[in-house]
């Protein structure tokens, strides 16, 4: 892998001198704006990835600036799960014609391949309103968050007519008083009848009402909550370290080999970092020479006594 254009070559690591060493290797090259175009040597991070893909300008609500949510889209999304899906096709394509060759994966490029859906949805009138009015990005008064008495909140998401009337019945409304569930204009109105209904209960009482229908009605929980929901207790879908830190586990799930997650601590940047160029061949003089020039650092970690 390489994040910086052009580093690898400084280094004479570039893919035209290893693929002559080793013609079979698959070479990843992850950069935020690819390998070409006039801002591949630019510097730039998550949203600006997002802006440039044209994502950003769909995420945000009426009325409001875009706004990028977390790091999650181009970063990891677009950039290191796409760059790994390329990786396995090259690996794939390798077994044909025995050849490697060059992955390039740009963040930008892959968020809005993984967005394509925005692209190819336009004609059905799903995003012919402006940001924050359509169906799918908090203009629909049924998919939207709502916060309850207790100051946490539920995730709404009853697009389909059948699951609509369920979560009308949940809020103790008369569908047929309602006006149509299409109607935009009545939309606004709508949000803050919802609103004003979900914020007279407890998160807890509006799980009571809606679990067990089809009404797409969820709590919005914290990552400290994740583990202890019945739902994610019963597939195990969170662990936790010999620290008692709670991370997701590994998934998808394999059937027939699952993965088995380590129960100790990530480690820290640095912490191995000696040990496995002693183990590639490195002497201590050369790690310590790489240390004082700070091409490499060191984090080992404090014994409790």
């Known amino acids: ?9 400084k280094l004479g690591l570039g ?23 006039r801002y591949a040597k630019s510097a730039g991070h998550d949203i600006n990835y997002l ?21 999650l889209l181009a970063d990891f999304a677009g950039g290191g799960v796409m760059c790994a899906m390329g990786i396995i096709i090259a690996l794939y394509e390798r077994t044909k014609s ?7 994966a740009s963040m930008v490029e892959g968020a809005a391949y993984l967005s394509s859906f925005l692209w190819k949805s336009q004609n059905l009138g799903l995003w012919n309103r402006r940001r924050g009015e359509n169906l799918m990005d908090s203009g629909a008064p049924f998919y939207e968050t709502y916060k309850t008495l207790d100051g946490k909140f539920m995730a709404v998401g009853a697009i389909e007519p059948q699951f609509y009337e369920q979560l009308v019945k949940g809020l103790g409304l008369d569908l047929d008083k309602l006006p149509s569930q299409l109607s935009f204009s009545d939309w606004p109105e709508m949000k803050k ?29 914290s990552l ?3 583990a202890l929901h019945e739902h994610n207790k019963e597939r195990g879908s969170f662990i936790k370290n010999d620290q008692e830190e709670i991370s997701p586990r590994p ?55």
């Open 224 to 226: 400290d909550e994740v």
């Open 193 to 221: 009848m919802f609103a004003a209904i979900f914020s007279k209960k407890t998160q807890a009482e509006w799980c009571r009402i809606f679990d067990g229908t089809d009404a797409c009605v969820t709590p919005v929980l």
């Open 51 to 71: 802006a440039l893909s044209g994502v950003l300008s769909k995420l945000g609500r009426k009325d409001e600036n875009p706004y990028a949510p977390v790091n």
């Open 251 to 305: 998934s998808p799930l394999l059937s027939r080999t699952p993965a088995s997650p380590s129960p100790r601590r990530d480690p820290f940047i640095g912490e191995h970092t000696e040990e496995i160029l002693l183990e590639f061949g490195f002497t201590k003089e050369e790690i310590a020479k790489l240390h004082s020039e700070k091409v490499i650092e060191f984090n080992k970690p404090k014994a409790n006594l």
């Open 1 to 9: 892998f390489d994040f910086i254009v052009g580093v690898m070559e």
């Open 98 to 104: 025995g050849k490697g060759q060059v992955v390039d």
């Open 15 to 37: 893919p035209k001198v290893l693929l002559q060493e080793n013609p079979k290797l698959i070479y990843a090259r992850l950069t935020g704006f690819g390998q070409s175009g």
